[in-house]
C-alpha cells in the first residue's frame, strides 16, 4: 500500500514556473515507477509525465516537452514536477500516481495508486 500525498500547487503568471511534490509513505518506493496527470474542469484525466523506476527512464506529453521535468528522490520517498513556461492551458489539478514496477506509461489505468491533487492555476 502507497499513500500520496502532492504539494507545491499555486496561482502564477503567464510564463512562470512551479515545482510539484509528491510524497510517498510506505516501504519500496524505489520499485515504483511515478506519474503525474491533471485534470482541467469538465474535461478528463490526462498524462503529463512518468518516471520508471529502476532505470529513471522518463516520457513527456507532447503538449509539456520541454517544459516539464520530471525526477525522483528515492532517498527522500518524493516525486518532482519542474513546470517552466506556464501556459493558461496548464491549468487544472495535478495528481501524482503509482505503479508497482513496469514502464513509464501514460495509461490512467496502470497507476495503482493516486493523490489527491494540487491545484495549478495559470493566469494570463
Known amino acids: 500500500q502507497v499513500q500520496l500525498v502532492e504539494s507545491g500547487g499555486g496561482v502564477v503568471q503567464l510564463g512562470g514556473s512551479l515545482r510539484l511534490s509528491c510524497a510517498a509513505s510506505g516501504r519500496a518506493f524505489s520499485m515504483y515507477t511515478m506519474g503525474w496527470f491533471r485534470q482541467a474542469p469538465g474535461k478528463e484525466r490526462e498524462f503529463v509525465a512518468a518516471?520508471?523506476?529502476?532505470?529513471?527512464?522518463?516520457y513527456y506529453a507532447d503538449s509539456v516537452k520541454g517544459r516539464f521535468t520530471i525526477s525522483r528522490d528515492n532517498a527522500k520517498n518524493t516525486v518532482f514536477l519542474q513546470m517552466n513556461s506556464l501556459k493558461p492551458e496548464d491549468t487544472a489539478v495535478y495528481y501524482c500516481?503509482?505503479?508497482?514496477?513496469?514502464?513509464?506509461?501514460?495509461?490512467?489505468?496502470?497507476?495503482?495508486?493516486w493523490g489527491q491533487g494540487t491545484q495549478v492555476t495559470v493566469s494570463s
Open positions: 518516471i520508471s523506476w529502476r532505470t529513471s527512464n522518463t
Open positions: 500516481a503509482a505503479r508497482s514496477g513496469g514502464a513509464a506509461v501514460a495509461t490512467t489505468a496502470d497507476y495503482d495508486y
